[in-house]
């Protein structure tokens, strides 16, 4: 009678291991689940999504007050003296023009862009698809950030 509780026992033991297979599924499926970093976006997608794309570099977040004319003035400025060379505000040159720049970027991807040219043309999914399209590496002017503000306050005059 014991013996038969022990080999019954023993056959307990025995599906368990087999169930104990699942367990090593198990593993393989956490090796499968998602990556915790965000799929690389294509162009097209991004700027389907533009409104949350803030592009790379220092700007993380910018509210856009009242609108400035004196800074914008300034911004002409600047714009007239380091950027013509490639950009026209109304019609594609060496870059893309940005009149209604406002009504297709965000304003830290703007400044981003401005600030931050060779990583955004590397690794932001917009100025990448831009580099493909315009095939030129859009110069890093060295402004500072005041003056990168200041041309985004010029291109809210350049708005559709
Ligand atoms: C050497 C030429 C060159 C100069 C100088 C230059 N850019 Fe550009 N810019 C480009 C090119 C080319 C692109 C398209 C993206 C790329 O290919 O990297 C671009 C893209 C941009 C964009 C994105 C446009 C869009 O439609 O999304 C902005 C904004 C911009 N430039 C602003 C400026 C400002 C402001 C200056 C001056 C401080 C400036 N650029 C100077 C060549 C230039």
Redesign the pocket.
């Known amino acids: 009678m014991k013996s038969k509780i022990v080999v019954f026992a023993g056959i307990v033991v025995i599906a368990l291991m087999t169930a104990c297979g699942g367990s090593g599924k198990k593993e393989a499926k956490g090796k499968f689940a998602p990556p915790t970093k965000a799929k690389p976006m294509t162009y097209e997608e991004a700027v389907a999504d533009w409104k949350n794309q803030k592009g790379l570099g220092p700007i993380k977040s910018i509210t856009l007050g009242e609108f400035d004319p004196e800074l914008a003035k300034k911004g002409e400025e600047?714009?007239k003296l380091?950027?013509t060379?490639?950009?026209n505000p109304d019609n594609d040159k060496?870059?893309?023009?940005?009149h209604g720049?406002l009504e297709?970027?965000t304003p830290e991807w703007?400044m981003n862009?401005?600030l931050n040219?060779e990583e955004?043309?590397k690794n932001d999914p917009?100025?990448r698809g831009?580099?493909m399209?315009?095939?030129?590496?859009?110069?890093n002017?060295g402004?500072t950030e005041e003056d990168?503000r200041a041309?985004l306050e010029y291109?809210r005059t350049l708005e559709e």
């Not at 060496?94 to 940005?98: D, E, K, L, S, V």
């Not at 399209?133 to 110069?139: D, E, F, L, S």
């Open positions: 600047i714009y380091k950027c060379a490639c950009h060496i870059g893309p023009a940005p720049i297709r970027r703007i862009m401005i040219p955004m043309a917009i100025a831009l580099l399209k315009y095939n030129t590496v859009m110069a002017q402004l990168a041309v291109f």
